[in-house]
């Protein structure tokens, strides 16, 4: 069940300060909670320090140090988005305020996001501000942005996820798809007609709608099945 249109907003690191227009006038008609994104951000600063980029399905291989890189560089995405949004925004980090995640110790210091729905979130939503989300972990583990946000429009009965992308949207052939269903996203995933960045967000919509959420990857509508 949905609670008064409540929005959750993804943001991925590379769009994060030019995404601040569009969610100020989103908060204006919703209830928003945004999640953003540093992957830019980490792998540059990961690639200056001599340390090893490595995803698996779309989610980052996080070691101790590399964990430091990523909180270090959450800070600073949003801090820049929460400037940006002016005072409104109200910035946490997830392990600071009860995400919760399922441990993948065979990518490091990982975690599967699961649906949550921590306090300073409701409270925030409550006086009409904007909480604007590092996706960590308790743990604290790394966790995919994508995934968290979507485990998080579950957590908070929210009535649609929206994620703001460098991409239009899921394209196939050269073309956007304007909508899929679950069940057709899953046969792509399952098959790995896919690449990149493209996989975390897809599935983490298919969870999302699945699970009754509106879900939107930029002009691609994915919907339960």
């Known amino acids: 069940m949905n609670e008064n249109g409540r929005l959750v907003v993804k943001c991925g690191g590379a769009v994060a300060g030019e995404a601040a227009s569009a969610i100020i006038a989103l908060s204006h008609e919703h209830p928003t909670c945004v999640v953003h994104g540093a992957g830019p951000q980490i792998s540059r600063e990961m690639e200056r320090r001599g340390l090893p980029v490595e995803f698996v399905g779309g989610r980052r ?12 560089s ?15 925004a109200v910035p ?10 399922r441990p993948v110790p065979e990518l490091g210091l990982v975690g599967d996001p699961l649906p949550s729905r921590p306090p300073a979130i409701e409270e925030a939503l409550g006086r009409g501000l904007i909480p604007v989300v590092a996706p960590l972990a308790a743990g604290p583990l790394n966790v995919n942005a994508d995934e968290a946000a979507a485990a998080l ?10 994620f703001l992308t460098d991409v239009p949207g899921l394209i196939l052939e050269g073309a956007v798809v304007p909508e899929i269903d679950a069940a057709e996203a899953d046969r792509l995933l399952d098959h ?17 709608a699945r699970a009754g959420v509106l879900a939107e990857i930029g002009e691609t509508v994915v919907v339960g099945s």
Not at 80 to 86: I, Q, S, V
Not at 92 to 99: R, S
């Open 61 to 72: 291989v996080t070691t101790a140090e590399g964990l430091a890189i990523v909180r270090e």
């Open 74 to 88: 959450f800070a600073a995405v949003n801090a820049e988005l929460c400037a940006a949004l002016g005072p409104r």
């Open 92 to 101: 946490l980090f997830g392990d600071e305020i009860g995400l919760q995640a």
């Open 153 to 162: 429009a579950v957590g908070i009965g929210a009535a649609r996820i929206l």
């Open 192 to 208: 790995g007609l896919l690449e990149g960045g493209i996989i975390p967000k897809l599935r983490a919509a298919v969870a999302a």
